[in-house]
């Protein structure tokens, strides 16, 4: 532990280039930690556009809020007060933390409205909830929500779908298949998930019921070799769309990250070009999200976030801190299993249905 | 990215450093930053609450002991109350009389149902069990398949039956019966807590396998919402305890103790890692250091041990401190420690490493040019430094591709480096268990925590 000490005096000394002495750090850390561990008693070891989608779906609304009747109520009771009171204040900070909105963020939007109803601006409750809305909308992403595809690339478009374990890739790629066959586009499925055991096998079944071609390659092979085959066979069969499918992976795996930096690079040297990639994030997931999204766009570029399972008790509040700190747009929200079940992101629904 | 506990209170505490003793007002105001730490590790809202009211009458009237200021008692506190959250009983299998013993994974869509059931299997078999899976997601695209080939991988038998979950499931149970399997474990489609449909269907399975134990399986990154999941699950089930998943990412985790405490029932076991032997018995311990962003030390340490030899780090470790460490113990050092990741990576996970320092960036090739210059110079070289003269340097700069004065940096900074661990070591032999605390506003962060990580795990016991 005294190892520890050392990293407090490193920052004082003025050092320019600190690595040899950080290096030497861990390195002694590791031999006191082995030492300690020894001595330890060790008790277990032991695109589809934004008017094309919002036409076949009446209300995206009804469908989301099936059953958030749980913390509806308190809200809604704090609002219809007659006057502003710290009570109302820890209804609203309460309801944005609970959407899994964060703390700094909630803190953030909140506190410009704390000078509109000091200087008598807001009054009532309403309003205060009303303007909040307001400001919270007006403060998502300004940048396109449209899927890009370039149709005078003369090549095929690369989609490239990334994201951590469980996120909902595959079926993803499953739906916006589906939804750009119905445009009119030829589609290519790249499985290029070769970990995971059976990705390449889920994935056929989509190519199968959307009317996709799909490449696939060995299990355990290199993912950009995959990418980069079913963008030359797409290139071939003049094939307008290649959806590349990766594996799961964790951000903070930084050789599966390289990885998929590579993949990234490689699916760009063929003759097509990757024109939008898409970041899976699971409307159940908490403040890693703001991670996963700083560090996949890291490596990948993230031009556009897909929020997953938003059909659940879930209300998917990392990505407006996501949206907020790093401009990166919600382009599609996907609500069920079914092939219409992915649909375009609607900011001002997003917002009224956290505080729902 | 967030700040760590001690981080935090480091503001509100260097204040009253030296009245020692912690009043109402400090506490409402230390209790306010253990709130958003607890907020920011995705805790959820109500369970916090509960959280801070226990800690609240605990930290009110904590004195300054000889062994701890109050930030540490702070720390230690609310440690010591996580892990007890946390903690409690464990789960201890108790195998069925009438073979098999049946176990039934559910949970929501994506957090790892089919990947843990087959790493609980392999459990299993590690126990010296005979174990079978079930593959009744038949939901998902080749959820079976992905069972099977995980089922092939471990020499596990897989059974499956396209048509109903329910009659699959059912089939399974028979087919463990005849093949004489001792333990059956049924993975079930994830499903949404509020599609009432689904959460019917995964009722009728349970009712017909009868399981001895139902896991919810819970991703580590859940946020918020994992309360109204777990209790959801539970009022359709009734679970006997939790698997956690994709530890190795690293999200706080906060989701486990909402889940535990709102079920009250234990936390069996944690995945962490791809492979499939990547599953382990949880330990709040580890968890509550987490959740606190002490780091996860212990997890260090352990893949330490994977990778170094303990009696060469322990040489190492001595001769740093005594002055005697040379380039070529730092060079084998260097590469053992680069077999367990990124050292980024290992940084980040290491409690009480100031900000600055998680922020710089450790270039690979930076890595890379330190080691080649080693290896350009001769053994004697490596053991004595002093010996680099002009025209050594000028053959190792040439030798390892780079400059005299990169040479002449890393011999520089080897030195001092030499000279400050000597001081540490000298300070060790007489600084004692804890009393290192007071030096300085720069310094302070670090013992604190460890002070607190240390004494809860490496305590007693």
């Not at chain 1, 599609?332 to 299993?337: D, I, P």
């Not at chain 2, 471990?154 to 499956?160: D, Y």
């Not at chain 2, 040019?369 to 050594?392: K, V």
């Not at chain 2, 000028?394 to 661990?421: C, P, W, Y």
Request: cysteine-free; aromatic content about 4%.
């Amino acid at each position: 532990m005294l190892a520890l000490d050392i990293f407090a005096q490193l920052v004082a000394v003025d050092t320019a280039p600190k690595i040899m002495l950080v290096l030497a750090l861990l390195v002694s850390i590791f031999g006191i930690g082995v030492v300690v561990s020894s001595r330890r008693d060790r008790a277990a070891t032991s695109q589809v556009t934004s008017h094309e989608t919002s036409q076949q779906d009446l209300s995206v609304r009804d469908r989301i809020s099936k059953t958030r009747s749980s913390f509806a109520g308190a809200i809604s009771v704090a609002l219809t007060r007659s006057s502003i009171t710290q009570q109302t204040w820890d209804e609203l900070e309460e309801a944005l933390l609970r959407a899994d909105v964060g703390v700094a963020t909630t803190a953030r939007v909140l506190a410009p409205l704390h000078e509109l109803v000091k200087s008598k601006k807001i009054t009532q409750p309403k309003d205060l909830a009303i303007a909040l809305q307001n400001e919270m909308t007006a403060q998502l992403s300004q940048n396109s929500r449209e899927l890009n595809f370039d149709a005078s690339l003369g090549a095929p478009n690369i989609w490239l779908v990334v994201g951590v374990n469980g996120a909902g890739k595959t079926t993803t790629i499953g739906k916006l298949s589906a939804q750009q066959r119905a445009l009119g586009r030829s589609v290519l499925l790249a499985a290029g998930d070769t970990f995971r055991a059976a990705a390449g096998e889920q994935l056929e079944t989509w190519a199968l019921r959307s009317g996709a071609e799909i490449v696939r390659g060995a299990e355990g092979g290199d993912p950009s070799s995959v990418i980069f085959d079913g963008v030359a066979r797409a290139t071939a069969q003049k094939i307008d769309l290649v959806l590349a499918d990766t594996a799961g992976r964790l951000q903070n795996n930084t050789n599966l990250m390289e990885e998929l930096a590579k993949v990234r690079r490689v699916a760009d040297k063929g003759s097509g070009k990757v024109t939008e990639v898409l970041l899976v994030i699971d409307a159940t997931t908490g403040q890693n999200g703001l991670t996963q999204a700083k560090q996949f766009s890291q490596s990948t570029q993230v031009t556009g976030v897909v929020l997953t399972k938003l059909d659940g008790s879930a209300k998917g509040g990392i990505v407006f801190a996501i949206e907020t700190e790093l401009a990166i747009p919600v382009k599609l929200v996907g609500l069920g299993e079914t092939i219409n079940d992915l649909v375009a992101f609607n900011a001002a629904e997003f917002v009224s249905e956290l505080f729902n | 990215m967030f700040e760590t506990l001690s981080d935090r209170l480091g503001g509100v505490l260097k204040n009253l450093r030296n009245r020692g003793r912690l009043t109402q007002q400090d506490v409402t105001e230390v209790l306010a930053e253990v709130r958003t730490a607890l907020l920011e590790a995705d805790v959820n809202v109500t369970v916090v609450r509960d959280v801070v009211e226990r800690i609240r009458s605990q930290a009110v009237g904590a004195t300054s002991s000889t062994a701890l200021n109050p930030g540490q008692q702070i720390i230690k506190i609310v440690n010591d109350e996580l892990v007890s959250m946390l903690g409690g009983e464990t789960l201890k299998i108790m195998y069925a009389s009438q073979p098999p013993t049946v176990v039934l994974m559910a949970g929501l869509q994506g957090s790892g149902k089919t990947t843990s059931a087959a790493k609980l299997a392999s459990w299993f078999k590690s126990q010296g069990r005979q174990p079978m899976l079930v593959g009744a997601d038949l939901q998902r695209p080749a959820a079976v398949e992905q069972l099977r080939v995980l089922g092939a991988q471990l020499n596990i038998p897989v059974f499956s039956a396209p048509g109903d979950p329910v009659s699959t499931a059912r089939l399974g149970l028979a087919e463990a019966k005849s093949l004489g399997r001792d333990v059956l474990i049924v993975d079930t489609a994830g499903r949404l807590a509020i599609d009432e449909e689904m959460m019917q269907q995964v009722k009728d399975i349970s009712k017909a396998v009868k399981p001895n134990y139902t896991f919810l399986v819970v991703d580590a990154m859940t946020g918020q919402d994992a309360v109204t999941v777990a209790q959801a699950f539970d009022s359709t089930l009734s679970i006997d305890g939790v698997v956690l998943t994709k530890l190795d990412g690293d999200a706080r985790g906060g989701a486990a103790l909402s889940v535990k405490h709102v079920l009250g029932k234990p936390i069996a076991f944690a995945a962490t890692g791809e492979k499939l032997d990547a599953f382990e018995q949880f330990h709040p311990d580890r968890m509550a250091s987490r959740i606190l962003g002490m780091g996860d030390m212990l997890t260090l340490i352990e893949q330490a041990e994977k990778v170094f030899e303990k009696d060469k780090a322990e040489e190492a470790a001595a001769k740093m401190l005594e002055g005697e460490f040379t380039l070529a113990d730092f060079l084998d050092q260097l590469q053992q420690l680069k077999k367990m990741g990124s050292l980024q990576g290992i940084i980040g996970m290491m409690p009480g490493v100031p900000k600055e320092m998680k922020n710089a960036q450790i270039p690979d090739d930076q890595v890379r040019r330190t080691e080649a210059i080693i290896f350009s110079m001769t053994a004697q070289e490596r053991a004595n430094p002093e010996l680099i003269n002009g025209s050594r340097r000028t053959r190792i700069s040439k030798g390892s591709g780079t400059t005299v004065a990169d040479v002449n940096r890393l011999v520089k900074q080897f030195t001092e480096m030499k000279k400050m661990m000597k001081q540490m070591g000298g300070k060790s032999a007489r600084g004692g268990k804890s009393g290192k605390s007071a030096k300085g506003p720069k310094g302070s962060a670090i013992p604190d925590e460890l002070a607190a990580a240390l004494s809860s795990r490496l305590g007693p016991r």
